[in-house]
């Protein structure tokens, strides 16, 4: 009597333990968006491509030495403004020196939460390092935002998973 009670109820606890998240393997799939179309002014996309209502662009740069390492030769410094994004937080997308080819020469990520103006806007100016700045053409944005850092199902298979942005710019990457 015991045993046939125990088996009617298996089916219903294994319903409970699937839909709680506590199955082993079931459901949790990561995926990579697709890199963005690199510009000069941008429209931060989430990792379904969706604008997010935030534009970013590079103001100017020029070759110069950086002030606190000038014995390091010319560097990037390059100006940016995000338009549209939230004073606490916001999105982060990847910035890259290019070559006349558009391969990325050296590249770093800038948030909006880091750019601050003297009238409350979103500018900010940073450094790139290139080994070569006589190769330098331009400075690209990658609209996708780099600001998203959820988990994986490698880290949490329960809550993790899902789509994440594509890995971030570095050198010799073509854009």
Request: with cysteine; aromatic share 6%; charged share 25%.
């Amino acid at each position: 009597m015991f045993t046939a009670r125990v088996l009617a109820g298996a089916p219903l606890a294994l319903v409970i333990l699937a839909l709680s998240g506590c199955s082993s393997h079931w459901g949790c799939t990561d995926t990579t968006a697709e890199r963005g179309e690199a510009g000069v002014r941008v429209q931060v996309e989430d990792t379904s491509g969706r604008p997010l209502g935030v534009s970013a662009e590079v103001i100017d740069w020029r070759l110069e030495p950086h002030p606190q390492v000038p014995s390091d030769g010319d560097r990037v410094h390059f100006h940016y403004r995000f338009d549209g994004a939230e004073e606490t937080s916001g999105p982060a997308v990847d910035v890259c020196a290019v070559d006349k080819e558009r391969v990325a020469l050296g590249c770093r990520t800038v948030h909006s939460s880091e750019a601050f103006g003297p009238d409350g806007d979103f500018t900010g100016d940073d450094w790139l390092a290139v080994e070569r700045p006589e190769q330098v053409a331009g400075v690209l944005l990658i609209p996708d935002d780099q600001s998203y850092n959820g988990r994986n199902c490698e880290q949490d298979m329960k809550d993790g998973g899902g789509p994440h942005p594509p890995e971030p710019a570095g050198r010799g990457d073509q854009l």
